[in-house]
């Protein structure tokens, strides 16, 4: 081999070498991988404070850790159903995981916080919501979606939120998803 051929080659190989070393940095630093969870969610614990119970509009309460990596992939499209059915009058609500600290991103700034909701200690993973009918009655309880994020195509939301404002009736209140969750329960 002469000399040039040579030195191209090993101009090659440190390309390649720093290529690779910067695509595992980009893979270790910013991509989380997707667990491929189970998680069942049963609703029958969950009961809305007071305040909230009863006969009103429908209610919908986000289920929210800080901490958990899996709600950005459901924040843009929770913001776009308060978009979409706020103006129907739906309520949005939001629980935090108790003995976490955040903020929610600035599109969801219409979420009411309720501070304790009743049978919340039960829940088996995070993001989730529950549902409430206009006379109280727990419609929809589990996860926005299966897989790693959630959108209006693969969302179980929007479905439930239509026939409800539809006054159509519905009971979900038991479910089982695999997707991107974060334990809840300690």
Same mark, same amino acid.
């Given at each position: ?38 998680? /069942?969610?049963?609703? %029958? =614990? $969950?009961?809305?404070? @007071?305040?909230? !119970? ?62 304790? /909701?009743?049978?919340? %200690? =039960? $829940?088996?993973?995070? @993001?989730?919501? !529950? ?56």
């Amino acid at each position: 081999m002469s000399g040039k051929t040579l030195l191209a080659a090993l101009t090659l190989a440190l390309c390649a070498a720093g290529l690779w070393l910067a695509y595992d940095n980009f893979q270790s630093r910013y991509r989380r991988p997707f667990d491929n969870q189970t998680a /069942l969610f049963a609703g %029958d =614990h $969950l009961r809305l404070p @007071p305040e909230l !119970a009863g006969p009103g509009p429908i209610r919908l309460v986000h289920f929210w850790d800080p901490a958990c990596p899996c709600n950005v992939g459901n924040q843009q499209h929770l913001g776009e159903l308060i978009e979409h059915y706020g103006p129907q009058g739906v309520a949005f609500h939001v629980v935090q995981k108790p003995g976490t600290h955040g903020q929610l991103p600035a599109n969801l700034g219409a979420l009411k916080p309720i501070a304790s /909701l009743p049978g919340a %200690d =039960h $829940l088996p993973a995070s @993001p989730a919501v !529950a549902i409430w009918d206009k006379e109280g009655n727990l419609a929809y309880f589990g996860p926005y979606s299966e897989g790693a994020t959630c959108n209006a195509s693969n969302s179980f939301i929007e479905p439930i939120l239509q026939a409800l404002t539809e006054g159509r009736p519905v009971k979900v209140t038991q479910t089982m998803a695999v997707g991107c969750y974060c334990q809840w329960a300690r």
